[in-house]
């Protein structure tokens, strides 16, 4: 290699490490005129009550403003930590999180207003709000990067929506939110064992006997109730068979006749 051409490769790499320093420090110099611009910016509620400022988040939140219903709960939250307000900003703010669809934020919210107010009166509305959020959030930026199958994620955030509920009907059975999420438990426990089941029959097609059972009695156990246990009965009692265990096949068939007769007589006639 010429003496020129080395010259010639080391200009470049020095002229590419400059520009990546300028580059870095370009965003460190942006970075401190943003952090000065934001601490000079005059706060719009500078010398405001937590009265005025909580009474004009709960107009923006009323008037569907979400984003400025949320910093201005921030505000509230920052002046007067410790004031009549500060407990119900926490829970309103985590409500205007859920309504801007910012699901992640409005669960950091209330988790944090639980850990803050274990013995508040708000604890079951809390819950309920964390059910909510899992029942109806969207995809996160997360999703959008790295997509997974959406039957998957539903599953997912129906779990997680399928606990609040649940978690709110054991603490506080008789909370104005039970029958509300006792229908949306219902609801999420029907899914979810329909879930199973579709796994459960994908196994059957695959041949995975085992794997297949396996999702079929975990269906069975943890979603009682729902009407997709009656497949799950019948995929055990197939996969059994297949499996090689007859008894463990007629302990299926036993319950499923016990619980199902007409089912169980069209199972045996296949």
């Not at 201005?72 to 500060?86: I, K, T, V």
């Not at 639980?114 to 995809?139: C, K």
């Not at 999420?181 to 979810?192: G, I, M, P, W």
């Not at 090689?244 to 016990?258: F, H």
Request: glycine fraction near 6%; include cysteine.
């Amino acid at each position: 290699m010429s003496i020129t051409t080395k010259r010639f490769k080391a200009g470049i790499y020095l002229t590419g490490m400059l520009a990546l320093t300028v580059s870095f420090s370009g965003c460190s110099v942006f970075s401190q005129a943003t952090s000065i611009f934001s601490q000079t910016e005059k706060d719009p509620t500078e010398g405001w009550s937590a009265n005025k400022i909580y009474g004009t988040a709960k107009e923006a939140l009323n008037g569907g403003d979400y984003e400025r219903a949320v910093t201005l709960y921030e505000s509230l939250e920052a002046r007067y930590p410790l004031g009549r307000f500060a407990q119900q900003a926490q829970l309103e703010k985590a409500y205007a999180y859920y309504k801007y669809d910012e699901a992640d934020s409005a669960l950091d919210a209330i988790d944090r207003f639980l850990r803050m107010n274990p013995g508040s009166e708000d604890v079951d509305y809390a819950l309920y709000l964390r059910g909510l959020v899992n029942f109806n959030r969207g995809s996160s930026i997360v999703d959008k990067v790295f997509p997974r199958s959406i039957a998957d994620l539903d599953t997912v955030r129906q779990k997680e929506s399928f606990q609040d509920f649940s978690h709110l009907l054991t603490r506080y059975p008789d909370s104005k939110y039970a029958p509300d999420a006792t229908e949306r438990v219902q609801h999420l426990r029907n899914s979810l064992a329909q879930s199973e089941v579709n796994v459960a029959n994908y196994y059957m097609m695959r041949g995975a006997w085992l794997a297949a059972f396996n999702r079929a009695e975990y269906a069975i156990k943890h979603y009682q109730g729902s009407p997709a246990v009656i497949d799950a009965l019948e995929i055990k009692v197939r996969a059994a068979n297949k499996l090689g265990k007859p008894d463990l096949a007629a302990d299926s068939l036993r319950v499923l006749e016990l619980n199902f007769p007409q089912r169980a007589a069209a199972l045996k006639l296949k």
